[in-house]
Structures are given as structure tokens and as C-alpha cells.
């Protein structure tokens, strides 16, 4: 059975995630492309040891051909490219376009400065004991 406040957090975890999805996919469609565009290149971003198709594959769990055609559409928006790598010309490595992706991240900021804001009504302390719990849940889905 879950505590009173255990039940609070689930019911706003799940509706900042239907906020989230939603506000992604408004996002993409400002940016021309789809939600699980703009997450895949959130995704790589986010993570500077994802960095071919193949761990961007392990990392979402979609499968190849769903990698392929997301980089493809990535790249054709001019967001990334995917150049052999010069070890092992079999490998191909996925290289970000920083000048493309900065717009997607001013409109990013916008988020995080909400969240700045949100975060100044809170202790040191407090926002510890958050950050612990996100951390420890973040892979739930």
C-alpha cells in the first residue's frame, strides 16, 4: 500500500509525464520533425557515449530500422551526419551539428528556467531527497 505522499508523487510523476509528452510534441512539430525525432536527438545530447547507430539502438531499444530511418530524417533536417569512422570504415559514427541544434536548445531553456524558478522554493535539502528519487526512478519506463 502506498503512503499518502508516495501516492501524491506517483499521480504528479504521471501527469508531468503526459505534460512532457505533449510538450515535446509540440516542440517537434515547431521544429519540423516527429516527437521520437526530437527525443533521439534530445537522447544524443544528453549522452556523449551514444554515438553510433548501433548504441543508440541499445540505449532506446528501437530496433535498427527504426534507428536508420530517425537518423535519417535527422540528418536530412541538417541535425547530425553520419561519417565512417577512420579506424573501422565498417562503423559509422553520428556526429551532432551544434549550430542546428541550438534553437531546439534556447526552446529547452525556456523549460529549465521554469524549473529554476520552481527549484528557488526549495532547500538544498529538499531538492537532495528530489534529485535522489528522480535519479532512482528515471529508468522506470
Do not use: C
Request: hydrophobic letters at 40%.
Amino acid at each position: 500500500m502506498s503512503s499518502p505522499n508516495g501516492a501524491r508523487i506517483q499521480r504528479a510523476q504521471q501527469n508531468a509525464l503526459v505534460n512532457a509528452v505533449l510538450g515535446n510534441e509540440r516542440i517537434a512539430r515547431e521544429f519540423g520533425l516527429l516527437v521520437i525525432d526530437l527525443q533521439t536527438l534530445h537522447l544524443l545530447v544528453l549522452r556523449g557515449n551514444v554515438r553510433t547507430p548501433k548504441q543508440l539502438s541499445q540505449a532506446t531499444s528501437m530496433p535498427n530500422s527504426t534507428v536508420t530511418r530517425v537518423l535519417d530524417r535527422l540528418e536530412s533536417g541538417g541535425y547530425l551526419r553520419r561519417v565512417h569512422d577512420p579506424v573501422d570504415r565498417r562503423r559509422i559514427n553520428i556526429e551532432l551539428i551544434p549550430e542546428a541544434i541550438e534553437p531546439v536548445n534556447r526552446r529547452y531553456h525556456q523549460y529549465a528556467d521554469a524549473l529554476s524558478d520552481v527549484n528557488a522554493n526549495f532547500t538544498e535539502e529538499e531538492l537532495g531527497i528530489v534529485a535522489r528519487y528522480l535519479e532512482q526512478t528515471s529508468s522506470t519506463f
